[in-house]
């Protein structure tokens, strides 16, 4: 349970009404300023308009008796004119009122989402993208925001629109005191209130119940996409599981509706018997009262004062109704905030806890300068003694790790899954800060060398590289997006992989969107796709950088060709520092040096014909695969004679 659940509901409403002010200052206080003005305009025309009526209604009979032309007919015809203008004004100022409201939440809402893409994408390694409580959260934050219903920025506009509302339940009130009681005016606001009480408050609950069953309808979210886009549709159909996902889906969605159906029993059943009986015990009052003296003949009510209790008693009564403009907007739209928020403050921590780290980890680094120049590489990039575990495990990915990675060579790393090949180059590139060790370029910790210029000597291709919805021609630049308009250096490295006839016979060729859910847009094989990132690859090479890691490069493509590329790509990257992951050792026994990894640490190293002679772990390794590949081929031969 979130601690805000533990405090008493005044406490919590007082709390997140300040909070929502709070935000709404982001609107910016000319555009607030005008807002409440039109908010106090429009909650004041109702109240002219039953003042002006009742006063019209009142004088009828004496303008009947005096005739056209009369004074009583002038005075009938002026305050007419007034509550005409009053009536009119309502009509003309509400679509005023409901735009200048939504320019407050698109305002606060694109300020909350910079905020939210600012922090995303501000830090500077990625632990916290890749911890399951603050991905929750962002994707609670990004789905509200994205939707523009129950919002921040709805939350704001919402608070100010109930200036309106409060403005005219107060002129009613004053009205009634006015004219018949005061006693009177403050049992009928109570009554209002208790009534808004009933409706907010269960409303506030209610969402309270349905925050607190966020993980359920991510869950349901998941399913219902599951079943309604492409990704898994052929799957679903071939292997006959549309029946399966649909009673799953079923059960899941009743799982999450039953707790939303209690709660609503509960929280809008009874208490909402007994604010109604109170509410109206107090109107039969007020009736009953007004009724009365408008029959004592000692008591003078006119008709005047009579109509103009009735209207503002009915049209006060009428507040204490649900108030589509504000109240779902308030109660829930302040949700996304909290969890932008909590994104924010996560991230924060994260990245608090890793600077601390740092700093308990190496002293003397914080005494020397705080940033250097970055050399080119010359001899050698050193993890010394380095270990590493992600944040909130106790299992060590690497305990003092000791590799050398050659400056101009091809390394190539090998390890079974686990070992910490995709780890180890996290840490290169500074996505994760080691737990103890350094790691050396040249002899200098890379940690003093400005993060920025550090990744501009970097060409890294993921395993799970990013496929953007943009031309081909982009995705290749986007390895140095400085050089978006090297259109010469694009076609090279597009060349370079073999990939050059298959964009041309895209519809525009490589400026053709790869999505095709863009108009004109195309999509690849997932073979094409990695090429296309080894392209990203040696354009950035092309533009000053010098250290190329690529993980796992050529998963997608059979082992001849990848034989073929690389035999290629060698050619290519001559005298580029060059780190590998491959599982396949008709890749790896290309490099010029080769690591084994082994419980996050190097068991062997040598070159191919080195390793093969110790007849250790690799070349055990390498045996099985080029039987395997070999028995494969004979049983392809013998199935095509």
């Known amino acids: 349970m979130r601690p805000a659940l533990r405090q008493s509901a005044p406490v919590r409403l007082t709390a997140a009404r300040l909070e929502i002010a709070r935000l709404t200052r982001r609107a910016g206080l000319p555009l607030i300023a005008l807002v409440v003005a039109v908010n106090l305009v429009i909650g004041m025309l109702p109240v002219v308009f039953v003042v002006a009526s009742s006063v019209v209604l009142g004088r009828v009979p004496a ?23 009053a009536f009119v004004g309502q009509q003309v100022i509400a679509p005023v009122q ?27 390694g990625i632990g916290a993208l890749e911890d399951p409580r603050v991905l929750e959260d962002l994707r609670t934050a990004a789905r ?9 920025g709805q939350a704001c506009a919402g608070l100010l629109a109930l200036i309106a509302r409060y403005t005219q339940l107060a002129g009613y009130a004053a009205v009634v005191g006015a004219a018949l009681s005061w006693l009177a005016a403050a049992g009928l606001a109570v009554a209002v209130l208790l009534l808004r009480y009933g409706q907010r408050g269960g409303l506030r609950k209610y969402a309270e119940v349905r925050f607190s069953l966020d993980a359920d309808e991510l869950k349901n979210d998941y399913l219902r996409d599951l079943a309604t886009e492409a990704a898994a549709a052929k799957e679903i159909r071939v292997f006959g599981l549309i029946g399966f996902f649909r009673g799953l889906w079923r059960r899941c969605y009743l799982d999450w ?27 039969s009052v007020v009736f009953a009262v007004t009724g009365a003296t408008a ?9 005047t004062t009579f109509a103009l209790v009735m209207q503002a008693a ?10 589509p403009e504000s109240d779902l907007p308030t109660a829930v739209g302040m949700h996304a905030y909290e969890a932008v928020r909590r994104f924010c403050d996560g991230l924060e921590a994260q990245a608090g806890s890793v600077r601390d780290d740092a700093a308990h980890r190496d002293a003397s680094a914080r005494r020397g300068p705080a940033e250097v120049e970055v050399p080119e590489p010359s001899t050698v990039i050193h993890f010394d003694r380095v270990s590493f575990r992600y944040p909130g495990e106790e299992r060590m990915i690497f305990e003092d790790l000791d590799l ?5 060579q091809c390394t190539a790393l090998v390890g079974v899954n686990g070992a910490g090949k995709t780890t180890l180059v996290k840490l290169l590139a500074r996505l994760y800060e080691p737990t103890s060790g350094v790691i050396r370029l040249d002899g200098v910790d890379i940690r003093s060398v400005p993060l920025d210029v550090w990744r501009s000597k970097l060409a890294v291709i993921f395993q799970e590289f990013a496929r953007y919805e943009v031309s081909a021609a982009d995705n290749v630049a986007y390895g140095c997006v400085e050089h978006l308009d090297d259109r010469a250096g694009i076609r090279v490295a597009i060349e370079a992989v073999g990939l050059h006839g298959a964009l041309e016979a895209l519809p525009r060729g490589v400026d053709t969107p790869l999505a095709r859910h863009i108009e004109g847009g195309a999509d690849l094989s997932g073979g094409q796709w990695q090429r296309i990132a080894l392209a990203r690859a040696l354009f950035a090479l092309r533009h000053g950088s010098s250290i190329l890691v690529l993980d796992e490069p050529t998963a997608s493509l059979d082992v001849r060709a990848e034989a073929t590329f690389f035999h290629e790509f060698a050619d290519l ?16 026994r290309q490099a010029d040096h080769i690591v084994v990894l082994v419980d996050g640490r190097v068991a062997e190293q040598g070159t191919h014909a080195d390793l093969l002679a110790s007849n250790g772990r690799y070349a055990r390794l390498f045996r099985l695969q080029a039987d395997r590949f070999t028995r494969d081929q004979d049983e392809t031969a013998g199935m095509l004679t």
């Open 295 to 303: 029959a004592d003949p000692a008591a003078s009510l006119t008709l």
């Open 63 to 85: 303008a009947v008796r005096d005739g056209l032309g009369s004074a009583a007919w002038g005075a009938l015809v002026g305050v007419f004119v007034v509550a005409a203008v």
């Open 404 to 408: 050398r990675i050659r400056v101009g």
């Open 144 to 152: 509200e925001l994205e939707a523009w219903v129950q919002s921040p």
């Open 257 to 283: 509706l039953k707790p939303v159906w209690a709660a609503r029993r509960r929280i809008y059943l009874w208490p909402f018997v007994w604010i109604a009986t109170w509410g109206l015990a107090v109107t």
């Open 573 to 588: 990257t001559r005298g580029a520092t060059t780190l590998l992951i491959s599982h396949r050792f008709s890749t790896v």
């Open 98 to 124: 409901e735009w200048l409201g939504e320019l407050v939440a698109r305002r606060i809402d694109g300020r909350v989402s910079d905020e939210l893409m600012a922090t995303a994408t501000g830090t500077t």
């Open 314 to 323: 009915i049209g006060a009564l009428r507040l204490g109704e649900y108030y």
